[in-house]
């Protein structure tokens, strides 16, 4: 079995700010996610990656950056943080990048923009 | 593009009751479908996939059968348990086969 692992979180900033999450998975998983999760919008992909130094575009990839420096993390940062933003950040990771293949999800890191 | 479309929620129920959360989807190509489950607190987790047109998946007591010509894909089970409460998320296989889209999920609560 494996497990992943999101940190911080809870991740409270400020409008404008920089913020970084962290995600590590020890599943040894070729391919990670990162979603937004909404109340009423469900999951929406963000970016993703394949490999090692691969960085894929999402459907909500604007105002966020990732970056895939080791197999195990992805990271994932919002750029400038929107007032009262309100959201989840879930992690996510599959053996392949076959869309076929099972995630297996993170529990999430939870923003609250001030 | 790809789209899934899904029961809007919040679904109450009691327990012992019969549920039903339809999933509907639109897509040009042959796609794996997924149903995904999300216990208050926890990531999502795979309930079942079906890679095939006419198969049935079925997982705890779930189940739902890939119907191509009808583009549905509803979860059924046939007595639900407090224990079920979570949200239920559709999903299939994205048409560039690198990624699954997602329905907006269901809240399911179950009563005593």
């Known amino acids: 079995g494996g497990i992943i692992t999101q940190t911080p979180k809870f991740l409270i900033g400020q409008e404008g700010q920089k913020l970084t999450l962290k995600c590590q998975q020890n599943?040894?998983?070729?391919?990670m996610y990162w979603y937004r999760q909404d109340s009423g919008k469900g999951l929406r992909l963000i970016y993703y990656s394949i490999t090692e130094n691969d960085l894929q575009k999402g459907d909500l990839s604007e105002g966020y950056d990732a970056s895939r420096e080791k197999k195990s993390s992805f990271s994932l940062t919002v750029t400038s943080a929107q007032k009262n933003e309100m959201a989840v950040f879930l992690c996510?990771?599959?053996?392949?990048?076959?869309?076929?293949?099972?995630?297996?999800f993170g529990p999430g890191t939870r923003l609250t923009v001030l | 593009g790809d789209s899934v479309t899904q029961t809007e929620g919040p679904v109450t129920l009691s327990e012992g009751t019969s549920l039903t959360v339809n999933c509907s989807y639109e897509?040009?190509?042959?796609?794996?479908l997924f149903w995904y489950v999300q216990y208050p607190g926890e990531g999502p987790q795979l309930l079942f996939k079906v890679p095939k047109a006419n198969e049935k998946g079925s997982n705890r007591g779930f189940e739902a059968t890939y119907n191509k010509e009808a583009t549905s894909f509803h979860l059924q089970k046939a007595s639900v348990q407090e224990s079920d409460s979570a949200v239920y998320y559709c999903?299939?296989?994205?048409?560039?086969?690198?990624?699954?889209?997602f329905g907006t999920g269901t809240k399911l609560q179950v009563v005593p």
């Open positions: 897509t040009k190509q042959y796609p794996t």
């Open positions: 599943f040894n998983h070729d391919t």
């Open positions: 999903a299939l296989s994205d048409l560039s086969g690198t990624y699954q889209r």
């Open positions: 996510a990771s599959s053996i392949d990048w076959g869309s076929s293949y099972e995630q297996y």
